[in-house]
């Protein structure tokens, strides 16, 4: 079976403040993906970024950058330079690539940004 | 960009009542999903469907729950007999196909209130 941690379950940080969200898994299935979604107040889950399980290589889009690293079965994102508009709940998912499997959430992090 | 819509965004029902709720998965995409997320807690999953038939579905998915694609765009989740505790977020979702990459797309959700 697959589970997913977010063991911070409310952070809070001022504006310009760098930001990490960890995010640990696990799985027997050697190759699966991993997921970072947003879900502002407004409540829809936004798709962040997916990463498979044969590339550790850690990626960068604008203030947000993700940290894979097999040994330690960690996903985290950090933000940079954190805003307000970042301030949502974040969730860190996995879905194993066997057949039509369903994603399997982290209980999500919620994150404020005070100005 | 395409994107995953559902209706109604919120519907307010009294216990014992039927409730249909639909989705327009993007166009292309072959595997869909119904997720949902109660108050303040994390995403839990459903049920899939793929080739006109449920893949998987998770305990939450009773005989109360079904799920229809009745044409070749609309996909509808109803719950018979509505309970309190049916009182959530229903996100629905989709992917494309085995060799797209396995990203999820969920729509905005549709927010259930039982009475």
């Known amino acids: 079976a697959q589970k997913v941690t977010q063991a911070q379950t409310e952070i809070s940080v001022v504006e310009k403040e760098d930001v990490t969200l960890d995010c640990v898994y696990e799985t027997r299935d050697t190759t699966y993906y991993l997921f970072w979604y947003k879900q502002p107040p407004s409540g829809e889950l936004v798709f962040l970024i997916r990463r498979n399980s044969f590339d550790e290589q850690n990626e960068i889009s604008g203030r947000y950058s993700w940290n894979f690293q097999k040994s330690t079965s960690s996903f985290n994102f950090t933000i940079t330079a954190s805003q307000v508009v970042d301030s949502a709940v974040y969730f860190c998912?996995?879905?194993?690539?066997?057949?039509?499997?369903?994603?399997?959430f982290g209980k999500g992090t919620r994150l404020s940004v005070i100005a | 960009e395409p994107e995953v819509t559902q209706t109604p965004s919120h519907q307010v029902t009294q216990m014992g009542q039927e409730v249909i709720l639909r989705c327009v998965p993007i166009?292309?995409?072959?595997?869909f999903y119904w997720y949902r997320q109660i108050l303040g807690q994390k995403v839990e999953f459903l049920v899939s469907f793929y080739n006109n038939e449920i893949s998987e579905k998770s305990e939450i998915f009773d005989d109360q729950f079904s799920v229809e694609r009745p044409d070749g765009s609309n996909f509808t989740l109803k719950i018979r007999s509505t309970k309190l505790e049916d009182s959530a977020m229903y996100f629905c979702a989709s992917r494309g196909g085995r060799f797209s990459g396995n990203t999820i797309y969920f729509g905005e959700g549709s927010w259930l209130t039982v009475v």
């Open positions: 998912a996995l879905s194993v690539l066997s057949g039509n499997t369903p994603l399997v």
């Open positions: 166009s292309n995409h072959l595997y």
